[in-house]
């Protein structure tokens, strides 16, 4: 019997695989495919503290092995997420990371303070990507000063562990991941989607109604990888690897590079019982190579 | 919703770049309703990456059938599948026509633009059976694109044919071809698929007409079960009106509660 389960220091995993947030829906959406709680966790939807529309479609469209979105963070907002979805998934049992949006600082801690009152959240998932709107659209992922003050704030309210997901439009990764480090992030997730554009030659024109989107999916595997090779070493914090991943194999590669778990994205749009195939595949790698526990895998990249 | 990954496709018609498979699946069979969709996984590989959306071109006990036109390297990839080869689908998804009782004994018409016919041969036979009497209005560019006329003629459907270039039936677009005939009937519900032109003139039709109108709609699908957040429509629902995702709330949606024009950016 191979030991799957994956010790975050603030939460006990099942397995390190986690379904990541914008592609895993609000977790229900799921439910038919498979039982739910035989993830290690999942991340719902990017949530702000009010209802969002969303952006104009096209939202969509497919490049090679590659996918960009421009969703733009639709959602119910934290009220009804706790009023009628919540209640739900407090039944499932495994993690439930809340994915944490705002416009501005005080709207990420509002949320925060708001779900705080709220049983049957692991942890949350600080979406560090999200425009500002009053500082002329950056990202705080962008800028090491503004993670760091984001994440201290969130960290300030909050009883409850903070994941802080970084985006990979930066020069310089690290520099942004030992600033979440420093502010108190409990871990790191990377990364978020590549900023995009795709054209339309015939209309010579923009694909997408929001002209820029995030790229995801098989394409953005080996520069992820390298992000979280880069982060691994020199933060004492865990980091959760993401990017790309659709089989049991893409995971080890960022176990094996020192990721404490994975999260699965746009495969769970392919197959919707991806995660759960990469769990099998986890399982069989360990028993084919003489792996006790999973835990002894990670890291184990020679140089 | 189910998950079929090893759905046997047991036959194959082809016309110039209409293809027709039958495909072995019986759990997604007995589910099926006119007007739902199936996801089709195109390869196993990442290239193309997402499932493909197609309609439920018919079904019987054990199989569905989709109709396609090759469009790209999705469809022009499915084209080459051969009977006996297996297709991972998901389906049946969405919400469907509403092809019941309430139209035993009334007019219908449904009305089908290129590939946008697919849905309609099922349709058209749940509404036989409900003892509605259906007429098609079925249009394409030239008589190369009206392929399933001789099956629908066959089955004994009265049939309304356009071409926009006059090599078969009515010279036009199909919904002027519809408007004429509305002179000498008034159906109970147009049903409605093809590219958003043709069917936005026919809500105008059927709005002027005041005749109540279903319309299937279309978009770039990332998941096609409500996962994406990816193939929204603005509509109108309580009124309030928003976007919604098709693939949940639609594909079919009530023309009154369509915004077609979407705001320009
Ligand atoms: C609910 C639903 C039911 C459908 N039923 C049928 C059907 O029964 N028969 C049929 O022939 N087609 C149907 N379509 C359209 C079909 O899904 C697309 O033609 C197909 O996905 C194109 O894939 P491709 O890889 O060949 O083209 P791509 O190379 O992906 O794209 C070629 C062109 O098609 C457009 N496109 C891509 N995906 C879609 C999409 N999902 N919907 C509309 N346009 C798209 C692209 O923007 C591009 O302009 C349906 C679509 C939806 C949403
Ligand atoms: C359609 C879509 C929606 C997404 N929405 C969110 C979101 O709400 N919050 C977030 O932090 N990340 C979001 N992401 C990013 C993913 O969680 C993940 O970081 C990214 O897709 C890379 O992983 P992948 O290649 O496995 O998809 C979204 C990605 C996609 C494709
Ligand atoms: S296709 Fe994913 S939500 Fe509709």
Not at chain 1, 8 to 31: D, M, Q, R
Not at chain 2, 54 to 73: A, L, P, Q
């Amino acid at each position: 019997m191979t030991d799957l389960t994956i010790d975050l220091g603030f939460i006990k995993l099942k397995n390190p695989v986690i379904a990541a947030s914008g592609t895993f829906g609000y977790g229900l959406e799921f439910a038919p495919f498979f039982d739910l709680s035989k993830l290690g966790g999942f991340v719902v939807k990017g949530l702000y503290f009010s209802p969002r529309p969303g952006n104009p479609p096209p939202r969509l469209v497919e490049t090679p092995s590659g996918l960009i979105n421009a969703i733009g963070l639709p959602g119910v907002g934290v009220r009804r997420f706790a009023d009628e979805i919540l209640p739900q998934l407090r039944k499932i049992k495994t993690a439930i990371i809340v994915n944490v949006c705002g416009e501005n600082e005080e709207e990420y801690a509002s949320v925060v303070e708001f779900l705080d009152k709220e049983e049957g959240i692991s942890a949350y998932e600080l979406n560090i990507s999200c425009p500002n709107v009053e500082k002329d659209g950056l990202c705080p992922a962008l800028d090491s000063e503004a993670t760091f003050s984001v994440v201290s704030l969130v960290k300030k309210t909050s009883s409850r562990p903070v994941i802080t997901k970084l985006s990979p439009n930066v020069t310089d990764i690290v520099e942004i991941a030992l600033s979440a480090q420093e502010a108190g992030a409990d871990a790191l997730s990377l990364v978020n989607t590549l900023l995009a554009i795709a054209v339309d030659v015939e209309e010579r024109k923009p694909v997408l109604g929001n002209i820029f989107g995030g790229l995801s999916g098989p394409a953005i595997k080996p520069i992820s990888l390298r992000m979280v090779y880069q982060v691994v070493r020199r933060v004492k914090i865990p980091v959760i690897g993401m990017g790309g991943i659709s089989s049991g194999r893409d995971a080890l590669e960022y176990l094996i590079t020192g990721a404490k778990a994975v999260e699965i994205g746009t495969a769970n749009f392919i197959d919707p019982e991806a995660s759960i195939k990469i769990i099998e595949e986890l399982k069989d790698y360990c028993e084919e190579n003489g792996f006790e526990r999973i835990e002894d895998v990670i890291g184990t990249i020679k140089r | 919703m189910i998950k079929d990954p090893q759905a046997r496709i047991i036959g194959k018609e082809n016309w110039k770049d209409y293809y027709l498979l039958s495909i072995e699946s019986p759990r997604i069979a007995t589910q099926a309703h006119p007007g739902q969709f199936v996801m089709v996984r195109i390869t196993s590989h990442s290239y193309p990456l997402l499932r493909r959306p197609f309609s439920i071109h018919f079904k019987d006990e054990r199989n569905i059938e989709i109709f396609f036109k090759i469009t790209g390297s999705g469809t022009g990839i499915l084209s080459q599948k051969k009977s006996g080869d297996t297709l991972d689908i998901l389906g049946p998804l969405g919400k469907g026509f509403h092809a019941g009782e309430t139209l035993r004994g009334k007019d219908v018409v449904a009305v089908g633009g290129g590939r946008g016919i697919a849905p309609l041969y099922f349709l058209a036979h749940e509404l036989r059976s409900h003892g509605a009497a259906v007429k098609i209005f079925y249009g394409g560019k030239s008589h190369e694109d009206l392929p399933l006329k001789a099956k629908f003629e066959e089955n004994g459907f009265e049939l309304f044919c356009s071409t926009d270039d006059g090599s078969l039936g009515f010279k036009g677009l199909i919904s002027d071809y519809l408007q004429t005939e509305l002179q000498t009937f008034n159906p109970a519900r147009i049903f409605a698929c093809g590219p958003e032109p043709m069917m936005e003139k026919i809500a105008e039709i059927s709005q002027s007409g005041d005749i109540p109108t279903e319309f299937s709609l279309e978009s770039v699908m990332g998941c096609g079960f409500g996962a994406c957040w990816g193939c929204v429509k603005r509509i109108r629902k309580n009124n309030h009106e928003g976007w919604v995702k098709i693939c949940e709330e639609g594909p079919v949606f009530s023309g009154e509660d369509i915004i077609w024009t979407e705001v320009e950016k």
